[in-house]
């Protein structure tokens, strides 16, 4: 378990301090997989790289498994490292190192035996669809096979958490797939703990079992990601969720539809229109399948007809939809 206790983190500058994270508190739990989401710029990446401790918190504590990593010395710190591999956007990859030997130095550095090293990394290289490619270098991969080789290294010393910062952000949509596929099956079959930062809500719901979101380095919301997804609480959930043209000032009345994974599949506004003769404009409109069931939801612009939107609101009512009333902002 991953606990982070009222943490801060300022950069100092030739001006006014710059605040990345204030007051942060957050719990992963083990076997989980968590996303950390935001807009550029809230702190989402110095809170992973504080997590480690690769940036030193101004405050706050940092647990990990009972341990506070703010109180370790540097070789128990060096040592707990061992239990939290990092994968990046940009791979990191040795370029003068074939594969097998990218895998094996962090092994190397642990003081590993080199032939104990050489079998853990083919097999993990194997693991990641890589192991015909044993030496291959970096310069002849493409950027997915990059991405699964740095996989293959951040768990090489068998750690119990993972960090993934932006890890699929450089990547197309069908390679981001693979690699988000490849992350569950780490996570399901070895246990690994992984953490998930991103900027992409498709990414989150595609994996992630909680989510928080982080706005102007706080953490605006935390829940579980289908809740989050069908029923934002805060303006910055509603912003990585909602197209930004829908918070836009509103000249129509709106509502939005959550489905809950259980009404997704029924004719929901063909129903509507037909019972309650009632023209509505569908402004938006999203399904996605998270944890097996598939949830939704639609933004309907509402007739300028006080009498007629009544009724639409009553018909929603009848019929246990869900809904929620977009407000100008």
């Known amino acids: 378990m991953i606990e982070i206790k009222h943490l801060n983190k300022s950069f100092r500058t030739s001006g006014e301090p710059i605040v990345a994270l204030q007051d942060i508190n957050l719990t992963i739990e083990d076997g989980e997989i968590f996303g950390i989401i935001g807009l550029s710029g809230a702190g989402k ?17 940092v647990i990990l498994d009972g341990k506070n990593l703010m ?28 594969l097998l030997k990218n895998v094996c130095y962090p092994l190397e550095i642990a003081g590993t035996d080199k032939r104990a090293a050489r079998e853990r990394a083919a097999g993990l290289l194997e693991m990641v669809g890589l192991g015909n490619r044993l030496d291959a270098y970096p310069s002849q991969l493409s950027g997915g ?25 450089a990547l197309d949509p069908n390679t981001t ?4 596929s490849l992350l569950k099956e780490i996570n399901r079959t070895m246990g690994v703990t992984i953490i998930v930062i991103t900027h992409e809500m498709s990414v989150i719901d ?20 289908s809740e989050v997804f069908t029923s934002p609480q805060s303006d910055i959930a509603r912003e990585l969720i909602l197209p930004k043209a829908l918070s836009a000032s509103l000249s129509q009345r709106r509502l939005r539809l959550v489905f809950d994974g259980e009404s997704s ?21 999203d399904t996605r399948v998270i944890d097996g069931a598939v949830y939704g939801q639609m933004v309907i612009s509402l007739p300028e007809d006080e009498r007629m939107d ?9 019929n246990q939809i869900n809904y929620i009333e977009e407000v100008q902002s």
Request: hydrophobic letters at 45%.
């Open 45 to 61: 990446s110095t809170l992973v790289r504080c997590i480690n401790l690769l940036e030193r918190p101004d405050s706050g504590e």
């Open 71 to 98: 109180a370790l010395s540097k070789k128990e710190l060096l040592k707990t490292r061992q239990s939290i591999g990092m994968i990046f956007q940009g791979f990191h990859l040795l370029e003068q190192r074939t």
């Open 145 to 169: 096979q990059k991405q699964r080789v740095a996989i293959a290294r951040a768990l090489a010393t068998s750690p119990r958490y993972l960090l993934c910062d932006e890890a699929t952000s």
């Open 177 to 180: 797939q693979s690699i988000l």
């Open 206 to 225: 595609r994996i992630c079992d909680r989510v928080a979101v982080l706005d102007k380095s706080h953490v605006a919301e935390i829940g579980k990601v």
């Open 265 to 285: 599949d029924k004719p929901i506004i063909s129903n509507l229109v037909l019972e309650c003769q009632a023209p509505v404009n569908i402004m938006f409109a």
């Open 310 to 318: 009544e009724k639409i609101i009553a018909w929603l009512g009848a």
